[in-house]
């Protein structure tokens, strides 16, 4: 890749300047921005959302959290089906055409809150897995391909953890402070899917201005994308 490989240091504390420059790095292209922004708000969706449909079949269904972990592997199902389809479909310069798929997500969390029946809350569990892994795959190689070609895939994956482990603690700690002021489970549902499609539209419309301010930086990225046979 033609990054630099450099022994550890022996005081680690030296890595992290390193560390925050490869995050900025990645956070400052124009590609890689926004392929991170998306895949750390898929992460923190998805590391929530098993405590989302905990409460909710709890209060839909009346399930006991036994019974309610069997909808979280339904959703695990999904997930797995939408990213084999993802990988068969779509190319890496495609990548931002899933993003769409972000807001229906939060769309369908919200939608979860009309749902009492167990026989339509399987399919539609489903659904909204399948929906996170068509977006995630091509998104995922996507962010790969650009952390790979400005640091190298050790660096950007360490970035990558961190910003998607920040993502989870955020929207866990707004879902527990939704729930803390006294919102029922239903409300706390419809505010989580709110702030999810709320971000997805600003990741959205963050790349569709970027298409239009650096069409010609952006064209030359999916040049590179497009002969890369690693990552798409």
């Known amino acids: 890749t033609g990054v630099e490989m ?36 898929f992460w923190g969706v998805s590391g929530n959302l098993r405590y989302i449909v905990l409460a909710w079949s709890a209060a839909a269904l009346g399930y006991s959290t036994t019974q309610a972990s069997s909808l979280v592997g339904v959703v695990a199902i999904g997930t797995a089906v939408g990213a084999v389809l993802a990988s068969m479909r779509m190319r890496l310069d495609q990548a931002a055409k899933v993003m769409p798929l972000g807001i229906a997500m939060g769309v369908l ?12 809350a399987a ?5 909204l897995g399948g929906l996170g892994g068509f977006l995630v795959v091509p998104m995922n190689a996507l962010l790969q391909h650009r952390g790979h070609n400005l640091m190298g895939s050790g660096r950007s994956i360490a970035v990558q953890n961190f910003n998607e482990q920040a993502c989870i603690l955020s929207l866990g700690a707004f879902y527990s402070l939704s729930t803390g002021m006294g919102l029922s489970a239903f409300g706390a549902i419809t505010a989580f899917g709110v702030v999810v499609v709320s971000f997805m539209w600003l990741i959205q419309r963050w790349h569709k201005s970027n298409c239009l301010k650096y069409k010609e930086q952006l064209d030359h990225l999916l040049s ?9």
């Open 6 to 41: 450099r022994p550890m240091p022996r005081n680690k504390l030296e890595l992290l300047p390193d560390f925050w420059n490869c995050n900025a790095a990645l956070w400052r292209d124009k590609l890689g921005q926004i392929s991170l922004a998306t895949t750390t708000l």
């Open 109 to 120: 969390v919200i939608l979860m809150n009309f749902i009492s029946n167990v026989w339509v």
């Open 123 to 127: 399919p539609f569990l489903i659904l």
């Open 224 to 232: 590179i994308a497009r002969s890369d046979n690693h990552h798409g």
